[in-house]
């Protein structure tokens, strides 16, 4: 792994009065013939946050067509929301659609929009926001960070429990549910659905290692 470069190059003047200067858990994906970068834009324990999003025809800085071009916000949440809009991630469902699933601790937990794949943005044809995880019972609604793959006939999603960025009092861990519909609902392998704070335990700390947590999964060709 190397250093290749700073994607934006600062914080968009769109996203100046959300942000203290930091921009949050990218994620890529390909489609339309290029790759989008989404990205958080908030502040630390914020429901005030946005998502945006850049584009570049190629990833190599070498190539003559590289560059991020910033193509602002997708979406974005106020204080009062039952939502908020951080930690983005893109899937395409076995029909080709594109989703984007996001969000944290707010009360109604993890959220799936639809994106039109066109403009990368939400799409004009389905505005219903899906809900896919949430901790109702729990003390804090401590679940963020989601990621989705698909795999065979299984929609595999996966969230983070608890907290992060405490240092050794971090009790991040990492939960997973699968489901038929990319939109829902996910079980875990007891039967309780995540809405309901289901979620299977995939990894937690153990010695000398706390609160592992926002994880990514790349599936190889084997």
Same mark, same amino acid.
């Given at each position: 792994?190397?250093? @290749?470069? &700073?994607?934006?190059? !600062?914080? *968009? ?12 858990? =990218? #994620? ?85 929009? @639809?994106? &039109?794949?066109?403009? !990368?943005? *939400? ?12 901790? =109702? #019972? ?85």
């Amino acid at each position: 792994w190397g250093y @290749r470069g &700073d994607v934006l190059g !600062g914080v *968009p003047p769109w996203a100046e009065a959300i942000t203290e200067g930091d921009l949050w858990a =990218p #994620d890529i994906a390909y489609f339309n013939d290029r790759y989008h970068l989404y990205y958080s834009a908030s502040t630390f324990g914020s429901g005030r946050s946005a998502i945006g999003v850049a584009t570049s025809p190629v990833l190599s800085p070498d190539s003559a067509d590289y560059g991020w071009v910033d193509q602002g916000k997708v979406i974005e949440s106020f204080e009062p929301d039952p939502y908020n809009a951080i930690d983005p991630n893109i899937v395409r469902d076995e029909e080709g659609r594109v989703w984007m699933a996001f969000g944290s601790w707010n009360d109604t937990g993890i959220r799936m929009r @639809r994106i &039109d794949p066109g403009t !990368g943005m *939400p799409s004009r044809t389905d505005d219903t926001v899906y809900s896919l995880a949430n901790r =109702p #019972d729990a003390d804090e609604n401590a679940v963020e960070a989601p990621y989705i793959i698909r795999r065979d006939a299984f929609y595999y999603l996966f969230v983070s429990f608890g907290h992060c960025c405490r240092g050794a009092d971090s009790d991040y861990n990492i939960r997973v549910g699968r489901s038929e519909s990319v939109t829902g609902p996910y079980f875990d392998r007891s039967g309780t659905e995540m809405t309901q704070g289901g979620g299977t335990l995939v990894l937690d700390g153990w010695d000398g290692w706390s609160g592992p947590g926002h994880n990514s999964v790349l599936q190889d060709d084997g």
